[in-house]
T-cell receptor, first 117, second 116 residues
Framework: AQKITQTQPGMFVQEKEAVTLDCTYD???????LFWYKQPSSGEMIFLIY??????QNATEGRYSLNFQKARKSANLVISASQLGDSAMYFC??????????????FGTGTQLKVEL | DTGVSQNPRHKITKRGQNVTFRCDPI?????LYWYRQTLGQGPEFLTY????????KSRLLSDRFSAERPKGSFSTLEIQRTEQGDSAMYLC??????????????FGPGTRLTVL
């Protein structure tokens, strides 16, 4: 079974600084995908970035980048130039192909990020 | 607004009552997912539809839970004889099918259920 581990329940960062949120995963599938989602206090899950297991380069999306270390089974999210609006819960998730051909997501327990002035 | 919508946003019910939630996915998305999120946890997969066919159900989905997507558009999730343990946020997500790169799932705002 797939498993996602996020060991940082809470993180603080100063505005304009960079922060790294940790994620490790476990799977026996050679083909997999890793996602990061942001969940503000309003509750909706906002997609941030995706990394496929066969991607040669680390994914980047604006201020978000994914530090993908396949041998260590880690997929850490790096947020550069933090903003107050980045304060939220962040979830790492892994895609698993279902028996019906869909892509169900297995989520970690999340990291609560607080950006301070 | 062309995102995923869910109604109601909040539902308070007494133990033993039945509740039904609705999800309207993004119109061109043929895949629809339901997840449940309890306090302090990440969402957990409940069930998956491709068009109107329910193709997978989690073991979390007990006999008291039923989901439908009658015409391959909106979906409903019904919980019968609610229990206090059913209190959670119920999230709906939709995505394209086929061979898209990663079939990103777009989430709705969720329905927060409180069972008294």
């Amino acid at each position: 079974a797939q498993k996602i581990t996020q060991t940082q329940p809470g993180m603080f960062v100063q505005e304009k600084e960079a922060v790294t949120l940790d994620c490790t995963y476990d799977t026996s599938d050679p083909s997999y995908g890793l996602f990061w989602y942001k969940q503000p206090s309003s509750g909706e899950m906002i997609f941030l970035i995706y990394q496929g297991s066969y991607d040669q380069q680390n994914a980047t999306e604006g201020r978000y980048s994914l530090n993908f270390q396949k041998a260590r089974k880690s997929a850490n999210l790096v947020i550069s130039a933090s903003q107050l609006g980045d304060s939220a819960m962040y979830f790492c998730a892994m895609r698993e192909v279902t028996t019906g051909g869909g892509n169900k997501l297995t989520f970690g327990t999340g990291t609560q990020l607080k950006v301070e002035l | 607004d062309t995102g995923v919508s869910q109604n109601p946003r909040h539902k308070i019910t007494k133990r033993g009552q039945n509740v039904t939630f609705r999800c309207d996915p993004i119109s061109e998305h043929n895949r629809l997912y339901w997840y449940r999120q309890t306090l302090g946890q990440g969402p957990e997969f409940l069930t998956y539809f491709q068009n109107e066919a329910q193709l997978e159900k989690s073991r979390l989905l007990s006999d008291r839970f039923s989901a439908e997507r009658p015409k391959g558009s909106f979906s409903t999730l019904e919980i019968q004889r609610t229990e206090q343990g059913d209190s959670a946020m119920y999230l709906c997500a939709s995505s394209l099918g086929g061979l898209a790169y990663y079939n990103e799932q777009f989430f709705g705002p969720g329905t927060r259920l409180t069972v008294l």
